[in-house]
């Protein structure tokens, strides 16, 4: 299976662009299920979400959709931190999907200033231990985790690895596919250089990907998807809906191939 969806979907400058004018906002996330079949959810990074929201999302999309869902900012950003009161309200907070059959996984993604040090290993180790009996993939921006050993560390866990599309700086993750899981995962940030380190997430997101940029992935989804249960596929470009309209354009690339 391969899933293919945005990185969030309520956005007010998506009004007019992807959701029209005379959609309620509150039905937003019905009509975003009735075009894609997944929505990573990034507001929990930000801050905890009380069950009740999960079980209301669920509700307002059809079976067989699937949502994954951010960590919690103080169990990435933080790490270190005396956290594990929010492990255990981010994991009771995602119950409700659970119970729908709609939970596709847990995503952890680490800044780029989490470099490959005993520390953060012994973190990452921790980190892996609170999420052991729910999917967990994790995305590092810092290209020093791309060792032999941070993959094997990942595959005897089952812990998938986020291959990512972004800006080809020396310290960022490069475009590197690997199956160390049951569970396939890719994000699409963008390639915007000059805005990247902006400090403005909007601009450093302001990105539209061509066709041919889209179809360099296609055959790298199709071999991951043959090593793995299932591949989500999420667009993170999320300025002026560019996300939503790349997310449909690698719908329609992935069913060609």
């Known amino acids: 299976m391969i899933y293919v969806g945005t990185s969030g979907f309520k956005f007010d400058d998506w009004k007019g662009v992807f959701y029209p004018p005379e959609v309620k906002q509150k039905d937003w996330l019905n009509y975003y299920g009735e075009r894609f079949n997944c929505l990573e959810v990034n507001s929990t990074y930000y801050r905890l979400l009380h069950p009740a929201t999960f079980f209301h999302m669920a509700n307002k999309v059809p079976d067989g959709f699937v949502f994954t869902v951010k960590a919690y900012r103080s169990l990435t950003h933080e790490a270190g931190s005396d956290n594990d009161a929010d492990f ?24 780029n200033s989490f470099h490959n040090t005993p520390g953060n290993r012994n973190y990452l180790t921790e980190l892996c ?3 052991a009996d729910h999917p967990l993939v994790i ?42 899981s049951p569970i396939g995962y890719l994000r699409f940030h963008g390639r915007n250089y000059k805005k990247w380190w902006s400090g403005d997430s909007k601009q450093r997101y302001d990105y539209l990907y061509s066709q041919e940029e889209l179809q360099e992935w296609v055959p790298k989804i199709r071999d991951l998807a043959e090593q793995t249960d299932r591949v989500y596929v999420f667009m993170n470009n999320c300025f002026q809906a560019q996300a939503a309209k790349n997310a449909a354009d690698m719908l329609t690339l992935l069913q060609d191939a």
Do not use: Y
């Open 129 to 131: 231990d609170h999420f």
């Open 88 to 111: 255990a309200t981010f994991i009771e907070s995602v119950q409700p999907l659970i119970e729908a059959d709609k939970f596709g996984c847990l995503l952890a993604q680490f800044p």
């Open 139 to 180: 995305e590092f921006r810092n290209r020093q985790w791309v060792k032999d050993e941070v993959f094997d560390f990942l595959t005897e866990r089952k812990v998938g690895w986020c291959a990512v599309d972004e800006p080809q700086f020396r310290s960022l993750m490069p475009p590197i596919v690997r199956a160390t």
